[in-house]
């Protein structure tokens, strides 16, 4: 057990299982994007370890860009997306993967697509290292998923509360 704030939580997912995910996705990258150079938008502040992680594995020739939106407080979702440092680097007619911590309720994700696709990229792909399909809102269509977990709140691997956690090399759930 560990104590962020005033909350407690439990072990989850071990750095081992993190990391082993996270290379057979960086694996299956790979193969996909085979002779291309894609475009990773990191989403920070969260997706930082994921994506240091996934893109020391890719083989790839690629750029990494950064993108940072908002929408939680505390532990849960405001429902309202805010963009708080934007893409200067132009993604047209380019490959893009958007690397994303966790996907739970699509609002964000929602948001940055259509942000993304009014740039006219060659193609859109989502890698997120967590996904909670019980608290989708709105549909998205992810292609490198790393873990399906239940609709519980986790620190850990770039995760937070309230600013908190996110050097945990583990996966956390609230107790």
């Known amino acids: 057990m560990i104590n962020i704030l005033d909350k407690t939580f439990v072990p989850f997912i071990s750095r081992s299982s ?16 085979a002779g291309r150079n894609p475009v990773f938008i990191v989403v920070l502040n969260g997706a930082f ?10 083989s790839l020739t690629c750029e990494i860009t950064f993108i940072r939106f908002s929408s939680y407080s505390q532990t849960e979702s405001t429902g309202n997306v805010r963009q708080i440092i934007g893409m200067e680097e132009s993604i047209e007619n380019r490959d893009i993967i958007i ?14 697509l259509k942000q993304i696709k009014d740039r006219s990229p060659k193609s859109v792909e989502i ?49």
């Open 99 to 112: 690397v994303e911590d966790i996907v739970d309720t699509g609002l964000t994700m929602a948001h940055l």
């Open 127 to 175: 890698a997120t290292l967590l996904h909670k399909p019980e608290a989708l809102k709105t549909p998205i269509d992810m292609r490198y998923v790393g873990f399906e977990i239940d609709n519980k709140f986790v620190v850990g691997y770039g995760l937070d509360y309230d600013g908190f956690g996110r050097n945990l090399d583990s996966l956390y759930v609230l107790a």
């Open 18 to 33: 993190i990391e082993s995910r996270i290379a057979e996705l960086a694996d299956q990258i790979g193969k996909d994007y």
């Open 49 to 58: 370890l994921f994506a240091g992680e996934l893109v020391k594995n890719i």
